[in-house]
């Protein structure tokens, strides 16, 4: 077992490679360099006392590296409690119950906040138009149950959760290189998140699956899926614009459907940003494209 150097050793032992390493540059001095050499070869003598001292700072350096990484780290959280308007998440009955919640990355003068209760169920499927705010509410989710995760405040006025590791699918590609098609690296991610909730419990977060086939395909695909995901007992949310998709709820007490809607004012869409209860019962492609 390698014995690490204590923090006096430490310092010391970097004060005296940094006394080395200057006396390196005595070369760009012709004079001195001289008066040196005649006395004893100085590049040889400094280049091995060094090589000595890194050898004997080199069993601590992963401890050093985890240790400063540490410190930056815990720095970085404390900043988001001291200038931003944040609060300390608490364990709660359910696997999350939120208030007042928002983006992080958002203007946080200029964010709507959204509250959420799963009320019991275990899978959340959330409907509305483009734009309306589904993919965004889903990233709030999933940034701020990280920060609750590690112990750092969330943007929230009350987070209320169930400690669980996050596995999402959101932001998926194809690839050029690999060969593959964005919906085989899709399907790919979405089996992980299966296969991770087969052994152990988790959140999953799914933002418009299948979106890469056809919507008879999809809808299928996402029905058989979602039957799957709860039987492994995962909890968690899944994003869509398959409206069929939402008649599980009717079939299954454990999911249920919340939906982001938008107002057509004047040849032109506002949307609120809120979340609510029920299946979307609007769409607005075709006035996008109109």
């Not at 200057?22 to 040889?44: C, E, K, L, Q, R």
């Not at 969330?154 to 290189?177: G, L």
Request: proline share 4%.
């Amino acid at each position: 077992m390698v014995k690490t150097l204590s923090n006096k050793e430490t310092s010391q032992g970097i004060k005296k490679l940094n006394t080395l390493i200057s006396f390196m540059s005595a070369h760009t001095n012709p004079f001195a360099y001289v008066v040196f050499n005649f006395i004893f070869p100085i590049d040889f003598t400094l280049i091995e006392i060094s090589e000595k001292y890194r050898n004997r700072l080199d069993v601590s350096l992963k401890d050093w590296g985890k240790e400063i990484a540490l410190v930056e780290a815990s720095a970085s959280l404390a900043n988001l409690k001291i200038y931003h308007d944040t609060q300390w998440a608490e364990q709660g009955n359910f696997f999350l119950e939120v208030s007042g919640l928002s983006h992080p990355l958002l203007d946080q003068r200029q964010i709507v906040t959204n509250d959420f209760s799963p009320e019991s169920h275990q899978v959340v499927i959330i409907t509305g138009s483009n734009m309306s705010g589904k993919s965004t509410f889903l990233r709030a989710i999933g940034i701020n149950f990280c920060l609750a995760n590690i112990g750092a405040p969330v943007f929230a006025q009350t987070f209320r959760y169930k400690p669980m590791p996050i596995v999402s699918c959101i932001r998926v590609s194809d690839s050029f290189r690999d060969g593959q098609s964005y919906l085989y690296a899709e399907v790919q991610r979405m089996k992980t998140i299966l296969n991770v909730a087969k052994s152990k419990e988790i959140l999953f977060l799914i933002d418009e699956p299948l979106r890469g086939t056809n919507n008879k395909e999809r809808l299928i695909g996402n029905q058989s899926y979602l039957k799957q995901i709860l039987d492994a007992g995962a909890c968690g949310f899944i994003s869509t614009h398959d409206l069929e998709l939402t008649q599980l709820a009717s079939e299954n007490p454990k999911v249920t459907n919340k939906h982001f809607s938008e107002k057509w004012s004047e040849e032109d869409l506002k949307f609120d940003y809120k979340i609510k209860p029920g299946p979307s019962e609007s769409t607005n492609a075709l006035k996008i494209l109109a």
